[in-house]
Every structure is written in C-alpha cells, then in structure tokens.
C-alpha cells in the first residue's frame, strides 16, 4: 500500500504493508530533485520499484539500517543501477541478514542482503541541491540525518518521531539522542521543517526538537530525583507512564516505557 504526498519540491512517499486493505505501520520515503531518501520495507520493495519507474531516480541514501529503511535497496538498486549511498556502519550492516522479532518479520519483513553501499560523504548533492550529512546516533549506531540548510529541510530519519516520546527500544540512547538533536540546531539557525521516517511533516522543527531535547532532559532529572529517592525502575515507569501500554506486547516487550526509564536514569544530559 502506498499513499503520495506533495511538500514544496518534495514527494513523500508512504509506504505500508496491508491485511485487508488496511496499513499495519507506515513509513515514509522522499523523493528529491532525483534522490531518494530511504526505501521502506520488503512486503512494499516491488510496488515502491513500479512507482520509481515514473520518477529520475538517480540515486539512494538510506538514513540507517533497520528493515523498514533499506527493504527496497536490492531491487532498487538492481533494478535501476543507481548508487545507495549510506554511513559506513550501514553499509556493512546491509550486507549482513538482521535479526528479527516477530511483529517486526510480520510488519517489515527481512530485507534482501545489499552487497554494494557506498560510504556517504560529509555532503551530498542534486542537480539544485545540497545537503549537510549529520550523524546522529542514539536510536541505533550509523543513523543520519539529511539537512539542506537554505530551504530547512531536514530528512530524520528515525531520531525524531515525537516531541515527548515516551517509549524507545532497549538499544536507543537518549544521551545520544540529546546531542545529535543538539549538533542539527547548532549546524543552523535557520528554520527547519522536519520530514519524519513515520511520515509526519513537522514545519516548526527547530521548535520541535528543542522541546524534545528539553523534555528528554526533564525526565531524567525527575527519574534521577525519583531513583534517589529509593523508588525502584518499575514504580518510576508506572508513576510516570502508568505502566506500559500496548506497544510493549504487540512489539514483543521492545518499544517500552521501563527501556526510556533505563535510559533517562543512565544519561548525561
């Protein structure tokens, strides 16, 4: 299932898989004065290739590894013979079959093994564009992110979902987080319109982020204060949150409250 829209000179395209014609999860790919900005999911590889097919696609970056991102690479990149340019850390992650969880194997599927990534530069251009190449850790190793500073476009990836999130995976990193947000704004004092990897399109993003950074930053000083306290991970997360909500057992226990609490607790921030 995909679904086409248009922002000034970008194509966002949405891409899900469906049961009964209904979309399980959507993620979202950009189309660029030429570039493609990620490739969504397996279950989705051959219809986003037949839309391409309507579009000068002349070449790929992929913001990170993970299965709803790169699902499309192999065929793409066959299919058209063009270059998906990504972070070193990518690149050999792409080689190599990922481990799944089941919701993820029923939502993304696995994505076929590309062999031939390019390292990405510091920059990268189109024919009317140019784009600062920022790494950003923190929800996995090798992320991206995509920023043309004089329109303020920039391309997430998956460093920014929401602006209070409030759960994340046992490997995301809020420490992290916190500062490659940091290192967007200090690339530019512009403003930014933020195209996210779940197809929201955030146009006051400099206000976005650094209401998340503060939010980040708020909640672990409050875990810290709570911890010191003598209260234990869990009641935190149930005084907080509430407890875990349904996203925790639909993704198999790893998109949790309690991993955000870990997290806050650990951070310098």
């Not at 013979?81 to 792409?94: D, E, G, R, S, W």
């Not at 510091?122 to 004089?150: A, M, Q, R, W, Y």
């Not at 875990?223 to 935190?236: A, D, F, H, M, R």
Request: charged residues 20%; proline residues 4%.
């Amino acid at each position: 299932m995909i679904e086409i829209h248009k922002y000034q000179e970008v194509t966002q395209i949405k891409m899900s898989r469906d049961i009964g014609g209904k979309p399980l999860y959507w993620v979202a790919a950009y189309f660029i004065d030429g570039m493609l900005v990620d490739t969504g999911c397996d279950y989705t590889s051959k219809e986003l290739c037949d839309l391409l097919q309507k579009y000068d696609v002349e070449f790929v970056v992929n913001t990170h590894y993970h299965e709803d991102h790169v699902g499309a690479n192999y065929l793409i990149g066959n299919t058209f013979n063009i270059n998906i340019f990504a972070h070193p850390k990518t690149v050999c992650l792409m080689k190599q079959k990922p481990e799944l969880y089941p919701y993820q194997e029923m939502v993304w599927g696995y994505p076929k093994n590309y062999e031939n990534g390019i390292p990405v530069g510091d920059k990268i251009n189109t024919l009317n564009f140019s784009f600062d190449v920022i790494e950003t850790p923190g929800h996995c190793d090798g992320h991206i992110v995509l920023l043309e500073t004089n329109k303020g476009w920039c391309f997430t990836g998956d460093l920014f979902v929401s602006e209070n999130p409030k759960v994340i995976r046992p490997e995301e990193d809020i420490t992290q987080i916190v500062n490659s947000m940091e290192r967007i704004l200090n690339t530019t004092k512009s403003d930014l319109v933020l195209f996210t990897s779940i197809g929201r399109i955030v146009e006051n993003g400099r206000s976005a982020l650094a209401e998340c950074i503060n939010y980040l930053k708020n909640l672990s000083r409050e875990v810290k204060e709570l911890y010191q306290k003598g209260y234990p991970i869990s009641t935190i997360r149930d005084m907080l949150f509430g407890g875990e909500g349904p996203i925790y057992q639909r993704t198999n226990n790893q998109f949790s409250s309690e991993n955000l609490i870990k997290s806050a607790l650990a951070a310098n921030i």
